[in-house]
């Protein structure tokens, strides 16, 4: 029953990861986040205690929810993958298939093999994010996928963390939940997206923030001509003496 459970988990947190990565909808990207948080702590044999488990299922939650707000009042969509859903959803299998077939390859392993195929998969979804994300949420996707994917794989290696560092864990993932709300945030309020740069690649220039004034009304042109004097017309025969 164990292995069933840290098997579910493991592939869970892969889709999840997939998820995340390929969702141009970020509230979408977001649930991806949320199903790996809330399933990666589980892949570990034995399983964790009850306290260390629910403090790193209790993060995660805040974590996303700390997004969620900041999502319910500025731009949900994001650039999304730029390779394309199919081609996530290979590369993490290879690296899941990999990953699992090379647990304890050049020393003892005493984790389960799943959690190094979920790490594997993980790590490699953060790849092209972090390299070729173009804007901050994504950026914060691969960071959290990327984080995720190295506790999973300690827990492949080294087996299930103690209570202390599962508590070390929970405080990381509402740390990078928060940094993500509130670079998310300065990101909307300059540019009223999260994007760090334009499609052809130029640094965008700063747009008034969603919900102000100076975004929701353009203020009408005013122009102003500026005419020259008129000359007074000359009387036949020339000025008058």
Not at 28 to 42: D, E, I, N, Q, Y
Not at 53 to 70: D, H, N, P
Not at 85 to 109: D, S
């Amino acid at each position: 029953m164990a292995d069933l459970l840290v098997g579910a988990t493991a592939l869970a947190a892969a889709v999840g990861g997939v998820v995340a990565v390929s969702a141009r909808d970020a509230r979408v990207a977001l649930l991806g986040v949320l199903l790996v948080l809330v399933t990666a702590p589980v892949v570990a044999a034995p399983l964790p205690e009850a306290l260390g488990l629910g403090a790193r299922i209790v993060a995660g939650l805040i974590a996303v929810e700390l997004v969620w707000i900041v999502l319910r009042e500025t731009s949900r969509f994001t650039s999304g993958s730029s390779v394309g859903w199919p081609v996530e959803a290979g590369a993490a299998a290879a690296a899941f298939v990999i990953g699992w077939g090379a647990h304890g390859l050049g020393g003892v392993a005493i984790g389960p093999p799943l959690a190094q195929g979920a790490a594997a998969a993980l790590v490699t979804l953060a790849v092209v994010p972090l390299a070729f994300g173009r804007d901050v949420f994504r950026l914060g996707v691969g960071t959290i996928l990327l984080v995720e994917g190295g506790l999973l794989f300690r827990a492949s290696v080294a087996g299930t963390p103690d209570q202390l560092e599962q508590l070390v864990g929970a405080a990381l993932t509402v740390g990078l939940g928060g940094a993500v709300a509130v670079l998310c945030l300065a990101a909307a309020s300059v540019r009223g997206d999260f994007e760090l740069i334009d499609r052809e690649g130029v640094h965008a220039e700063p747009r008034p923030a969603i919900g102000t004034l100076a975004g929701a009304v353009d203020a009408p042109a005013i122009r102003v001509r500026v005419r020259a004097p008129r000359r007074r017309a000359e009387p036949p025969g020339g000025p008058a003496r």
